[in-house]
């Protein structure tokens, strides 16, 4: 009884954990959130039926379905998967739910091995998990595979393209921003038509606290930036607007070099850099081509004469 719970509830668990983070990877690949929320599905699925109704078929179905998902996650980790350009990152997320699958899978193995009174009995018992533990690793190569196949045609189903920055210096929200700078208003903030809902938070010393899109924040010495983001032209794409200025003599910073690095915090899909734009008086602008929704980190690094200092921003990106 205890086993067969627990092999349900690892199940439902590793199944919910698909099921969550599948719009993530919609956003991100559509094909891996097709797959997450169907294996999710599947999960669940068999979870309450194996729960409701235990059968040795269920049982069988329980660990080709666990250790093809584990071996399926371990070669992605190896190698590129398919509908993307590189190998999976391990992430906690991910970790968490192949353990549920793995604590699953000793369940189903101990419940098929548990009952034997004799040494026949056992050996016959131990050769058929064998034979089904091989079946899954087969099962999780043969997805992949046919995965691989699939790719070439479903192109719609694979990563959406992220631009470099090289591509940024010449994309046509580039040329509009740099001929048409934003204008200081009466207040000394950036004014812009646009405005973003998206959660920012400033990071000092490790610590976040909330941030107020346009508000200012001391980099180093008297050196001020004052920060403003605003929707890109992409899908998920945003425009980080600075304007740098001494606070003591209120001069602006003009030849300063500033470059920002991106990475989602909690889940690794890959990380990207970006140089910004000196569009002349002090104003800076830094696009960043974020490729899904998401919690994402920031970090900007200013490069100035005198007094360089750096900036982090958490940005928890929304539609």
């Not at 969550?20 to 979870?47: D, N, Q, T, Y």
């Not at 934003?182 to 941030?211: C, H, K, M, R, W």
């Given at each position: 009884m205890k086993l067969r719970l627990s092999a349900s509830v690892f199940m439902i668990a590793?199944?919910?954990?698909?099921?969550?983070?599948?719009?993530?990877?919609?956003?991100?690949?559509?094909?891996?959130?097709?797959?997450?929320?169907?294996?999710?599905?599947?999960?669940?699925?068999?979870?309450?039926?194996?729960?409701?109704?235990?059968?040795?078929?269920m049982n069988r179905i329980g660990v080709v379905m666990a250790g093809g998902l584990i071996t399926l996650w371990v070669i992605t980790r190896l190698l590129p998967a398919p509908f993307g350009d590189e190998p999976g990152g391990i992430e906690?997320?991910?970790?968490?739910?192949?353990?549920?699958?793995?604590?699953g899978l000793a369940a189903l193995v101990g419940l098929s091995v548990s009952g034997a009174t004799s040494r026949k009995v056992k050996i016959s018992k131990w050769l058929e998990v064998e034979k089904f533990t091989a079946a899954s690793l087969m099962v999780g190569g043969l997805i992949y595979q046919i995965a691989v196949v699939a790719e070439p045609f479903f192109p719609e189903l694979g990563?959406?393209?992220?631009?470099?920055?090289?591509?940024?210096?010449?994309?046509?929200?580039?040329?509009?921003?740099?001929?048409?700078?934003?204008?200081?208003?009466?207040?000394?903030?950036?004014?812009?038509?646009?405005?973003?809902?998206?959660?920012?938070?400033?990071?000092?010393?490790?610590?976040?606290?909330?941030?107020?899109?346009?508000?200012?924040?001391?980099?180093?010495?008297?050196?001020?930036?004052?920060?403003?983001?605003?929707?890109?032209?992409?899908?998920?794409?945003?425009?980080?607007e600075l304007y740098l200025y001494h606070q003591t003599s209120s001069k602006p910073l003009t030849d300063a070099t500033v470059k920002g690095v991106a990475n989602m915090r909690f889940m690794d899909h890959g990380t990207f850099y970006q140089m910004a734009l000196n569009l002349d008086n002090g104003y800076y602008i830094l696009l960043l081509p974020f490729p899904m929704p998401g919690e994402w980190h920031l970090d900007l690094e200013i490069l100035a004469p005198d007094t360089p200092g750096t900036i982090q921003l958490d940005i928890n990106l929304f539609e």
């Open positions: 590793a199944g919910l954990i698909h099921l969550l983070i599948a719009p993530l990877h919609w956003a991100h690949a559509p094909a891996h959130g097709l797959f997450f929320a169907l294996s999710g599905l599947a999960e669940v699925a068999w979870g309450i039926a194996f729960w409701r109704k235990p059968s040795p078929v906690i997320i991910g970790i968490t739910s192949k353990l549920m699958e793995g604590l990563e959406s393209s992220t631009p470099t920055a090289a591509a940024s210096a010449v994309n046509p929200v580039s040329e509009a921003i740099t001929n048409s700078p934003p204008v200081e208003n009466t207040s000394g903030e950036i004014s812009s038509s646009n405005s973003t809902p998206d959660d920012l938070q400033l990071v000092v010393a490790g610590f976040a606290s909330p941030f107020v899109n346009g508000s200012e924040v001391p980099v180093a010495g008297d050196l001020m930036a004052q920060l403003t983001v605003t929707p890109g032209e992409e899908r998920y794409g945003r425009s980080l």
